[in-house]
């Protein structure tokens, strides 16, 4: 029983902070609308793959940096960038 | 044995249906697409010639003096290679062929279905739902499968031709500029693709009507590529990589993109049952062939195959192959060695032929076409190591497979003759 408690509070703790991780800011669709043609915004189409090539909707002018190749596109952009990310 | 898996005399729209699953798959449209945006009008008698090469080795492979030979195409080819590496290309080409199409075509639909029908539907859901349907219906006995079949290659085939006989229409019969304009690029590199379009073709159980399918797969995929000149420049069909939905978007609107939507989905279900028809069928012969036990053969077609698979596929969508390019390498790759198997087929059949001096020369010929065809798909691809590296561990592990059978198989029929003799 004690194991029992013991293992479900770390899992608990493990996915409530997962969850605080996933926190990260947010533009809808009409945001994102608004703010196209700005030249302080890049979009970053993040899929790679049939991900991307099977999908139809892709945004006008959007720069292809498939999300399991971080660590190559990033270096490209500096920290205060406004970076916008889609994958789907 | 299961006699009805190892049937080859069909109705005439089964012996359609059973040939062209690969054919009417997204990834077909993708080929074609691309091809005519490359060679444009040349597409045309291009794909004919393919398509007659291809109803010639079909012709090859039905002379009168190999049908009659036990367990077809597999005993011909073990006559010429040897049981073992026989059975290992017979594995390699097929097997993972249903793997690597499974993943990539399940979930181009899964978008699809997203994208056109249902915005809310999650992609991969749809994937993995389609997934175990079509596992299921494995399972179903086969006059039930067979018509499934030939529900889903009528489907695809009768939107696509819908929305040919639509563009038409409202084109008012005349087709544009585009169709008349100049290949861009012109070489074997181009051309070579469209070999891979009858992926599974001639392993159908079809071996009556050799040139059925291909005279069928010509007019179909004339009119798509005529109509598709008609409404997208060469330039968008070569950059596009869903160049049938730009088409569809182009000649229809949102109607055109649903009923090609249909004819996605509908094509992902013709080439998984197709192809997966087409290995039951080749192992049925493989152990027809080594006199394996009847009981063995039928659970391991109808159960034991489909569900390892599906649970490959399943594993391979879920771990994001899908998401990686190195799917569209493999997939190639996989293509390639169906091909290779077709070749071997062919040149078994050649040798066999030689032998009753009887050479058929015009078989001959087309077999040379499609050596050329496959030396030019592997030079023209940038990623060809890593088309060898799998191939060969492809074809490593299918020798390792047969040759435990083997193994498995002779103690079997030693210990059954041992009781036998008691």
Redesign the interface.
């Known amino acids: 029983m004690k194991k029992l408690i013991i293992f479900l509070t770390f899992f608990l703790l493990s996915t409530g902070l997962q969850a605080f991780a996933l926190e990260v800011p947010t533009v809808s669709k009409d945001e994102l609308k608004a703010k196209l043609g700005s030249q302080d915004m890049t979009i970053l189409d993040v899929?790679?793959?049939?991900?991307?090539?099977?999908?139809?909707?892709k945004i006008k002018g959007a720069i292809r940096a498939p999300?399991?190749k971080i660590a190559e596109w990033s270096k490209n952009y500096q920290k205060d960038q406004e970076l916008i990310l889609y994958c789907? | 044995m299961d006699s009805l898996i190892l049937q080859t005399k069909h109705s005439f729209f089964l012996s359609l249906a059973l040939g062209a699953g690969w054919l009417l798959s997204p990834e077909s449209l993708v080929i074609t697409g691309n091809s005519s945006g490359h060679m444009t009008w040349l597409t045309l008698p291009v794909l004919a010639i393919v398509a007659l090469l291809f109803g010639l080795t079909a012709r090859l492979l039905q002379q009168p003096q190999l049908s009659s030979r036990k367990g077809e195409e597999f005993t011909l080819l073990a006559e010429f290679t040897g049981t073992i590496p026989a059975t290992a290309l017979t594995i390699a080409s097929s097997l993972p062929l249903i793997v690597l199409s499974a993943t990539a075509l399940l979930v181009t639909s899964g978008y699809t279905f997203n994208e056109v029908f249902l915005y809310w539907f999650p992609n991969f859901g749809f994937a993995f739902l389609l997934l175990a349907i079509l596992t299921i219906l494995q399972f179903c006995p086969e006059k039930i499968l067979h018509r499934a079949q030939i529900f889903f290659v009528a489907l695809a085939a009768g939107g696509l031709l819908s929305l040919c006989l639509l563009g038409f229409v409202k084109i008012g019969g005349a087709t544009s500029q585009q169709v008349a304009e100049l290949p861009t690029h012109f070489s074997w590199a181009t051309i070579a693709p469209l070999f891979l379009l009858f992926a599974g073709s001639t392993l159908g159980s079809n071996r009556e009507r050799p040139f059925l399918l291909p005279i069928a797969a010509t007019v179909l995929f004339a009119l798509w590529i005529v109509i598709s000149l008609s409404y997208v420049t060469p330039d968008r069909l070569i950059s596009s990589t869903i160049p049938y939905m730009t088409a569809a978007r182009k000649i229809l609107g949102d109607p055109g993109r649903q009923i090609m939507g249909a004819v996605v989905i509908s094509g992902t279900c013709a080439a998984y049952t197709g192809l997966m028809l087409a290995a039951r069928r080749l192992l049925a012969t493989i152990i027809d062939s080594k006199s394996g036990s009847q009981l063995f053969s039928i659970k391991m077609q109808r159960w034991l195959l489909p569900t390892l698979l599906a649970l490959i596929t399943a594993i391979l969508m879920a771990t994001g192959l899908a998401g990686e390019e190195l799917l569209e390498v493999l997939l190639r790759a996989a293509l390639m060695l169906w091909l290779l198997h077709h070749i071997f087929l062919c040149i078994s059949a050649l040798v066999w032929l030689k032998k009753d001096s009887r050479l058929p020369l015009a078989g001959g010929g087309a077999t040379l076409a499609m050596v050329a065809a496959l030396f030019s798909l592997f030079i023209s691809n940038a990623e060809h190591t890593k088309i060898l590296i799998f191939s060969f561990s492809m074809l490593g592990i299918s020798t390792l497979l047969a040759l435990i059978w083997l193994t498995i198989n002779k103690r079997r029929n030693h210990s059954a003759k041992e009781q036998e003799t008691q």
């Open positions: 899929r790679a793959g049939r991900d991307w090539s099977s999908s139809e909707f999300g399991n789907a």
